[in-house]
């Protein structure tokens, strides 16, 4: 079972923030990931329909990162009026805490219409830190909505804006038509409709309750009512949240500070809407747009996309495919009607069947794609498994922290620090709760909600881990991997023995938490040209390498075994200086004071890269420079080629990768796969010294 708090360290370029990705379908879909764990493709397109739909937020620490964009702080707004105010505005971490499986609902009614043709509005009712936050309480209490604008006007009648302003004049408050106290009572009097929608926020980012508008409008008498706000329309409370959720949960854009006005279609996610009210939305027929979800494999083309009317999908290439959900409808329709069956679809007999009764499908598009149609219009006939649908409202949330120690820990957890152990979670037998500072809200982190933070051990700006951080943490090194490069070859130059024997240098000059990561050679795989070779050593490496060493250019010059090449291979040349010329005899210069230059023609040329490696190989050699071997061991064949490419047969069949049996093979043999300085050996270094640990007990 995955950790709740964890964080992948290593060198920069290593693969962390790679490797979180894998680690978030672990804990949202681990059948997914288990079915799936060799397409990237598939897995990436998984974890951003978890992005999308909100279960992964992503974040960077920085050191201006504060509490109040962790967790809760105060920004600046207007007011409907014009002035300033200020609300408390909730931080990633907390809006990613406060969602519907968080959050406390604290009534609960079903919803009586189609909500797809329902109008969907914005209401205030009072402000939760003003004095009128009792107007919300008595709203709940007694099924209806009021608004504060008219006083006591009645409005009753009124058909028009126009309407609405006479009124207001007739009261003897004359008021312009464009006044927005004229347009919000137009909207509740006039413009609003039973069965329509009311969300009431909580602040601009959060909503507290959704209702439903069950009557017309009326006036409350002061017999009724004997405080302000009696405009009222009658409500049935659908659903009341404590705490209050993200507007995330809802809408794509923020809420306004106008008391009342209509959500605009293009901002209402209707489908998290019919989740959050477990209503209908839209007919039940095959259009439905829940039939697929987005980030589903159904045989092995991912869903990204899908609407009433379009779905598209990934192919296993990458590219795009949509598909005209009336297509997969009329294909089930045929199949109701039992002149064709999906076996038919799958053996591209649908047209010949179909000949008598005639069809306008595409035979290109039904035929061209008979390996998955079958699926997707048996989903048609059948609708989305319950299995499926509910693995994707997994509640768990996961929260990907990139870089967590280049922020300042106490500054941004605060006392959330404690809350993030295990056992202090909700619902944990040592469970604990605090008030937050701005909000004054008692808050708890809930025992789903997973920290995956990523650290890069190189950072020499940083001091070191904040210790109530590593206690609360589970670490996972994410070392460099050359074995990634196996078969990576540029001119001769083998770049997984290229990369390993230059950690092996720093790590003795320095440690392992300054190696290079495997990332920096990785677009050698598409692209295994000198001129790619160039301009990683020249833009990244030599510059990294700068880092490392402060400068220290002698140091720097052993990692590139520079010292020992000749000098038109060397990347780092040392010119010489005729001090005397320069100053006379009578000034003393420190020779200390050593002056280096980098030799710009050394990128362009191989041996300066074979020279890495070994200073005493050249272009001509380096194709020969090992000796050809191959050895037997049960039943494994391991041989190396003369360019010291290491080749694993097992029964015959070449075995790719090669690394993980020879990691078998090596614990049989006794082999260990660590050098001396604790980095793991590459492909070639481990088969070399297979090779040799079966010779010898071969005698």
């Known amino acids: 079972m995955a950790s709740l708090n964890q964080i992948f360290f290593g060198p920069p370029g290593t693969g962390k923030t790679y490797a979180t990705i ?13 079915a799936n764990l060799s397409d990237r493709k598939i897995l990436k397109a998984r974890f951003d329909a978890f992005v999308a739909a909100d279960h992964v937020k992503f974040v960077t620490f920085h050191q ?52 797809s043709t329902s109008r969907v509005w914005k209401m205030s009712l009072g ?15 007694g099924n209806f909505a009021l608004l504060g604008y008219g006083d006591r006007i009645d409005f009753s009648g009124c058909k028009s804006r126009e309407d609405v302003a006479n009124r207001f004049a007739s009261a003897g408050q004359p008021l312009p ?103 209908q939305y839209g007919s039940e027929d095959l259009t439905s747009p829940t039939l697929f979800r987005k980030g589903e494999s159904i045989g092995g083309y991912v869903v990204t996309y899908c609407s009433s009317e379009l779905l598209e999908l990934k192919k296993p290439n990458g590219n795009e495919l949509p598909i005209g959900l009336s297509l997969l409808k009329k294909l089930a329709d045929h199949v109701r009607k039992n002149e064709i069956t999906l076996e038919d679809i799958a053996e591209r007999r649908v047209f010949t069947k179909l000949s008598n009764v005639g069809t306008t499908l595409e035979p290109n598009l039904v035929n061209g794609y008979n390996n998955f149609m079958p699926a997707l219009v048996e989903r048609v006939l059948k609708g989305p498994p319950v299995v499926e649908s509910h693995a994707f409202l997994d509640t768990s949330r996961v929260l990907i922290i990139d870089e967590i120690n280049r ?165 780092l040349l040392q010119p010489r200086q005729d001090l005397n010329t320069l100053f006379g005899d009578l000034v003393t210069v420190n020779q200390n004071n050593e002056r280096w230059e980098i030799n710009q023609a050394a990128f362009k040329n191989i041996e300066a890269y074979l020279g890495i490696i070994d200073h005493t190989v050249n272009a001509t050699s380096a194709a020969t420079r090992y000796e050809t071997q191959e050895v037997t061991y049960g039943d494994f064949i391991v041989r190396q080629s003369d360019s010291g490419t290491i080749e694993v047969l097992r029964n015959g069949v070449i075995e790719k990768p090669a690394m993980p049996v020879l990691k078998e093979l090596a614990g049989t043999l006794g082999v260990s796969t660590f050098t001396s300085n604790g980095t793991p050996m590459n492909t070639r270094r481990l088969g070399r010294k297979v090779i040799k640990s079966v010779r010898e007990q071969q005698g």
């Open 22 to 34: 894998e680690a978030t379908l672990e804990i949202l879909d681990p059948e997914f990931l288990k």
């Open 64 to 115: 201006s990162f504060s509490y109040e964009d962790f967790v809760e702080g105060l920004r600046a707004d207007t007011d409907e009026d014009g002035h300033l105010i200020y609300e408390v505005v909730d931080g990633i971490f907390k809006s990613l805490c406060s969602t519907p499986a968080a959050a406390k609902v604290t009534h609960q009614e079903p919803a009586s219409t189609d909500i």
């Open 127 to 141: 402000n939760t830190q003003g004095s009128d936050a009792y107007v919300y309480d008595d709203c709940l209490k």
């Open 177 to 279: 038509i464009s006044a927005y106290a004229v347009k919000a009572v137009t909207d509740f009097v006039v413009r609003m409709k039973k069965g329509d929608l009311l969300v009431v926020t909580d602040g601009n980012t959060k909503f507290r309750a959704i209702g439903e508008v069950t009557g017309d409008y009326r006036c409350l008498s002061s017999e009724e009512r004997d405080a302000d706000y009696a405009q009222c329309r009658s409500v049935k409370w659908l659903r009341t949240y404590s705490p209050s959720l993200p507007y995330q949960q809802l809408t794509n854009v923020k809420f306004t500070q106008r008391t009342l006005y209509e959500l605009a279609e293009t901002a209402t996610d209707k489908s998290k809407l019919s989740q959050l009210l477990d209503a």
């Open 407 to 571: 922020g300042n820990i106490s500054r941004i957890f605060g006392e959330l620090i404690t809350l993030i152990e295990p056992s202090k979670r909700a619902g944990a037998p040592e469970a604990l709760e605090v008030t937050l500072p701005y909000s004054k809200d008692r808050f708890s982190i809930p025992g789903n909600v997973h920290l995956i933070g990523t650290m890069n051990t190189a950072d020499r700006s940083l001091a070191t881990l904040d210790i109530a951080l590593r206690r609360r943490f589970t670490f996972i090194e994410v070392p460099s991997n050359p074995s990634l490069l196996d078969e990576v070859e540029v001119e001769g130059v083998a770049i997984d023995e290229l990369l390993d024997v230059m950690n092996q240098r720093i790590a003795a000059l320095l440690d392992r938490d300054h190696c290079l990561g495997h990332a920096y050679f990785m677009p050698l795989k598409s692209q295994p040209t000198l001129e790619r070779l160039e301009s990683i050593f020249r833009q990244q490496i030599l510059p990294l390498l700068q880092e490392y060493f402060f400068e220290d250019w002698q140091r720097i010059q052993w990692v590139l075994n520079d010292q020992r090449k000749a000098a038109e291979n060397r990347f």
